[in-house]
């Protein structure tokens, strides 16, 4: 019956998203605010996005929390119901036309995510998984890649609201790169851990994220198959903190660590 449920609450996910995706996609004359500093901005439509989710999630689902990025309060986390929302992870992207942007919906009780999606609208793909279930691209079920680093591309993400791990970023970078086939850098954490459930991309670190940032893709991610930690090699915390991540194949994030 659990797992019913948690397939039902994706289904009014799934709507949420692609109706809030309209208005990212009629997007025009977007005007960029700035929050913490240059490189960390929000837009009105982040707002219209997020209060749309939250309306049809709350309608879909009464009673329920909410814990978003762009809330002055967020509920707890430890919520009988809770929605983990980033209404659009790639907000840089989004304002520079840079059509690698996503909105990251996930699903917790009492503390532990149960389901997730993410959709990106510039392509049509929406990325699902329900604890227990299994991961799926547009209803098609995915896997992580099987190989290592140097079998696959690697992705990161340069924490670009802290400038004081860029040193730290790009060495590993260099280190990945060298390791690996290829590098890649996108602007979306949402996305680059889809990719890595998708077998895109062999691995993906950044040494700075969000719960809204991560708490549907990693779910999707493991269920992928795939493991998600931060970048030592410890468990992932679900505190509301600002962790590093690592994802990838058991073996791809082994290869990692010896780096």
């Known amino acids: 019956m659990e797992a019913n449920r948690y397939e039902t609450i994706l289904k009014h996910i799934e709507a949420a998203q692609r109706e809030a995706a309209a208005l990212m996609l009629r997007a025009h004359g977007i005007l960029a605010e700035t929050k913490t500093g240059r490189r960390d901005v929000v837009t009105e439509y982040d707002r219209r996005v997020q209060d749309l989710l939250m309306e049809r999630l709350s309608a879909a689902v009464p009673g329920a929390h909410f814990f978003c990025e762009e809330m002055q309060e ?33 699903y917790a009780e009492q503390g532990t995510v149960v389901a997730g999606a993410v959709y990106n609208p510039y392509v049509d793909e929406l990325f699902t998984a329900s604890r227990g279930r299994g991961a799926f691209l ?94 030592d090699g410890s468990p992932l915390p679900r505190d509301g903190s600002k962790p590093g991540i690592l994802a990838g194949s058991p073996k791809a994030i082994q290869e990692f660590l010896n780096l």
């Not at 929605?83 to 996930?106: E, K, L, R």
Request: aromatic content about 10%; glycine content about 12%; proline content about 3%.
């Open 74 to 106: 967020r509920d707890r986390l430890d919520s009988e119901q809770l929605f983990i929302i980033d209404p659009i992870d790639g907000t840089m992207n989004f304002v520079h036309g840079f059509h690698h942007s996503c909105i990251s919906v996930a």
């Open 138 to 231: 547009n209803g098609g079920p995915i896997h992580v890649a099987d190989g290592g680093i140097s079998e696959n591309i690697v992705v990161f993400g340069t924490a670009p609201y802290c400038a004081a791990l860029a040193d730290e970023t790009f060495a590993t970078a260099k280190k990945a790169f060298q390791a690996g086939l290829d590098i890649r850098r996108e602007g979306s954490a949402a996305l680059d851990l889809c990719t890595v459930a998708a077998g895109r991309a062999g691995l993906y670190f950044e040494l700075q994220v969000s719960l809204w940032d991560y708490a549907a893709g990693a779910l999707i991610v493991e269920e992928a198959g795939g493991q998600c930690f931060k970048p």
